[in-house]
């Protein structure tokens, strides 16, 4: 059974902290690995990677992924009160098959 | 401008009751999902469809039903023998394998 595991379940920090999610992954046949943003109802698109190594990078958020080792995370420099949301890791596999999706991480920014 | 309609964002229900959440999109997408948030749990797959008049079953289907009559129109039965119906339900499509999802901003169901 596919499996995404994310940590920590949860994270309170100070704006213009640095910090780094977590997401490890099972899956039969991976094909990608994608990680979004929700800060109070639609999850919005943040990343897609596929391959491992190369990082990829959104103004201060940038994420990477180890094939090898089964991991992605997300970082985020200089926080601020914005990045406040439920962040979620989902992974697919090869196939046509959905997305499988981790618990998630809920950050709060704090001023 | 594209996107995914899901109506109503509130609904009240009591128990016992079927209840029917709409989703619609005009963003031309083939693959259409449902999934249900509960607080801690991350998103789970209810049920999903990859193209008209055909759908599967997700992780937990069981009390739900769907149909897919139309490409833009995904609507999710929530039947009587759903045991904890109350959640927020997300909609989502996709252009196909491979591409990102695109969400609905959720209806949230009470059951009481």
């Not at chain 1, 080792?69 to 979620?88: H, P, R």
């Not at chain 2, 490409?71 to 491979?98: D, H, M, R, W």
């Amino acid at each position: 059974e596919d499996k995404v595991v994310q940590s920590p379940l949860s994270l309170v920090v100070h704006e213009g902290d640095t910090v780094t999610l977590n997401c490890s992954y099972e899956v039969t046949n991976f094909r990608s690995l994608l990680w979004y943003k929700q800060e109070k109802k639609a999850p919005t698109f943040l990343f897609m990677l596929t391959s491992s190594g190369i990082e990829k990078k959104s103004g201060r958020l940038s994420s990477i992924l180890d094939k090898k080792e089964l991991f992605s995370i997300l970082n985020i420099t200089a926080t601020q009160t914005g990045d406040s949301a439920i962040y979620l890791c989902a992974v697919e596999g090869r196939g046509n098959t959905p997305l499988v999706f981790g618990k998630g991480t809920r950050l709060s920014v704090i001023a | 401008d594209g996107g995914i309609t899901q109506s109503p964002k509130y609904l009240f229900r009591k128990e016992g009751q079927n209840v029917t959440l709409s989703c619609e999109q005009n963003l031309n997408h083939d693959a259409m999902y449902w999934y249900r948030q509960d607080p801690g749990q991350g998103l789970r797959l209810i049920y999903y469809s990859q193209i008209v008049n055909d759908f599967q079953k997700g992780d937990i289907a069981e009390g739900y039903s769907v149909s897919r009559e139309k490409k833009e129109s995904f609507p999710l039965t929530v039947t009587s023998a759903q045991k904890n119906p109350t959640a927020f339900y997300l909609c989502a499509s996709s252009i196909g394998a491979n591409s990102p999802l695109h969400f609905g901003n959720g209806t949230r169901l009470t059951v009481t």
